[in-house]
């Protein structure tokens, strides 16, 4: 109740660390299930770690001004290779359509013969809320062109929340996808997932 009339008079209370900020970064990394001995491979898995996390950049309603993306060998290697590119975005996006230009680009420059990469992420930096975003002069699409973007990346992405992860996706995150870290092993998602839960049967 004290709390409560300070804060009315205008004192507050609340401590620093519970005001949220504004999110600076997003990450999407993983392991590889297997070494990834081609740039083809790595194209895939960056492509595939770059639309997760522009999905994830749209579900905040935010936009990104900056990607950077990182792959390496084992660290337990004798010679452990890592090695990152970034590259700064002409127009703040979260369109996965506009991004993945960028995975080949990267994987191209990453990749490096003889490597066994074992893992790779990118990093979508500069953060800002979608509604602010501002053109640029070098922007090479028209606003109806990214309206109609924006519209094509809203429809997969209520495809996908309704149908299931991955129901619609790009063919540059591979099909086959040898790369992709195995879950025999994982433990049981009851609590999250439909098709994990427990199922009681009565005598």
């Not at 522009?54 to 936009?63: M, P, T, V």
């Not at 209520?158 to 619609?168: A, D």
Request: hydrophobic share 35%; net charge neutral; with cysteine.
């Amino acid at each position: 109740m004290e709390r409560l009339v300070r804060e009315l008079n205008g004192d507050s209370c609340l401590p620093l660390e519970t005001i949220a900020t504004n999110r600076q970064s997003l990450i999407v990394s993983r392991s590889f299930g297997q070494p990834v001995t081609t740039e083809q491979h790595l194209h895939e898995a960056i492509a595939s770690y770059l639309s997760k996390a522009a999905e994830k950049l749209r579900a905040q309603g935010l936009s990104a001004s900056m990607l950077s993306v990182f792959a390496a060998s084992s660290r337990y290697q004798e010679e452990p290779y890592s090695e990152s590119v970034s590259f700064n975005l002409s127009v703040a996006t979260n369109s996965t359509v506009e991004l993945l230009p960028y995975a080949a680009t990267a994987a191209k420059a990453l990749f490096k013969d003889g490597q066994r990469f074992k893992k790779a992420g990118v990093a979508l930096l500069d953060l800002a809320p979608e509604a602010e975003q501002q053109t640029s002069l070098f922007d090479t699409l028209s606003s109806e062109k990214r309206e109609s973007l924006q519209r094509l990346m809203q429809t997969l992405d209520q495809v996908n929340r309704k149908h299931g992860q991955g129901t619609l996706t790009f063919a540059a995150t591979g099909i086959e996808q040898p790369w992709l870290i195995k879950s025999e092993h994982r433990s049981s998602r009851h609590t999250t997932c439909w098709n994990e839960l427990v199922i009681v049967k009565s005598m």
